[in-house]
């Protein structure tokens, strides 16, 4: 049991754990899951707009949302406290690869010579955090939906969109890892 | 060129105002969201490598299963016709396609963006908590997007 705790679940245990959001969501208040979201009502109870994406009333529509993602940061800070520094056990052809562009440092979730503060302002740390979080930011907007909204409520409920969805985010996925990533790692 | 149908599936707004105990509901859900985004890994830059590598099956085993048990829940709610706690009936609206571009495009550069961070939305909250603090920066960077395409969104095909 303590290892449960400590060590990571397998594919078996967080694959099921993470779909179980789905039903809950929906018994408990007709919410479909999804997180991106959020960011809309953020931005709606955070900046004041005239743009009519932005003005309709958050708190009804979204405040469950924002309330869900703020318990997702929660989440995040106790297991970290519970686990062990994480240390992710990527295959050795991944950490080969990644060594070759680069990434020296393996330990914790993200490479800290990328994502930290002290990266922020390299360029690496630039295109990776800010850059890439400004594309999460509007591609999500664009296609009303991320992993969760679409790769997990919208393919279990078998809609098109959603399938369309995901083979963007694969095809825009596959072309950052294999293109962009190298050109500044 | 004809303006996007209202119906993006965001906009309707449920008629329904949150009630007391189900804010509590979402809170705890959340924490235990955040807990399994982080014990399955899912929310690590080195797991989306390894993914988009195709080398190892693990994401797609993980993915792959959350969508099998989501599906099962949502034909047995049907099936049983569930309600939720305060007896509404359980509906899931369905997206509007469009032309489906808004999905093709707007879902191609999210994945450049999930590539880039490493984490979607949910991660990127989940790693903040789990001490990656810099991707604060992110987050307020996807509100930037986030609003650049509310002010875009007039212009863009759907």
């Known amino acids: 049991m303590s290892g449960f705790v400590s060590a990571p679940w397998p594919w078996y ?4 754990a993470i779909g179980l959001f789905v039903p809950a969501l929906l018994i408990v208040g007709n919410r479909l899951f999804g ?18 994406y932005f003005r309709y009333d958050w708190r009804r529509a979204g405040l469950w949302n924002l309330i869900f993602v703020g318990g997702i940061l929660v989440g995040g800070f106790l297991a970290a406290q519970w686990g062990a520094p994480q240390h ?3 295959s050795e052809q991944t950490r080969l690869a990644l060594a070759r562009m680069g990434i020296h440092d393996f330990t914790g979730l993200a490479p800290r010579e990328v994502f930290s503060w002290s990266a922020l302002l390299t360029l690496k740390g630039f295109v990776s955090i800010v850059l890439g979080g400004f594309l999460v930011g509007f591609g999500t907007a664009y296609a009303a939906g991320c992993t969760s909204g679409h790769a997990i409520s919208g393919l279990a409920d078998l809609q098109l969109p959603s399938l369309i969805a995901v083979v963007g985010f694969f095809a825009g996925g596959l072309i950052a890892t294999h293109f962009l990533l190298p050109l500044f790692l | 060129m004809s303006t996007p149908p209202a119906t993006d599936q965001r906009s309707p707004i449920p008629h329904r105002e949150p009630t007391g105990y189900t804010l509590p509901a979402y809170l705890l859900l959340g924490v235990c969201f955040g807990i399994a985004l982080t014990k399955s890994e899912v929310l690590s ?32 709610i049907r099936r049983l016709g569930l309600t939720t ?18 999905y093709a495009v707007g879902g191609t550069i999210f ?31 996807a509100l930037g997007g986030t609003w650049l395409y509310g002010l875009l969104r007039p212009r863009l095909p759907h």
């Open chain 1, 13 to 16: 245990v967080a694959g099921p």
């Open chain 1, 35 to 52: 997180v991106s979201g959020s960011l809309r009502n953020l931005c709606s109870a955070i900046l004041p707009s005239r743009l009519d």
């Open chain 1, 88 to 90: 992710v056990a990527i």
């Open chain 2, 45 to 76: 830059w080195f797991r989306i490598q390894e993914m988009f590598r195709f080398q190892s099956p693990r994401m797609y085993e993980t993915i792959a299963s959350a969508v099998a048990v989501a599906a099962a829940s949502v034909a047995l």
């Open chain 2, 85 to 102: 706690v305060s007896g509404e009936p359980i509906a899931i609206p369905p997206k509007s396609l469009g032309s489906g571009v808004r």
């Open chain 2, 111 to 141: 994945g450049l963006g999930w590539a880039l961070t490493g984490a979607c939305p949910g991660p990127l909250f989940a790693l903040v908590g789990n001490g990656v603090t810099v991707m604060i920066v992110a987050v307020v960077s």
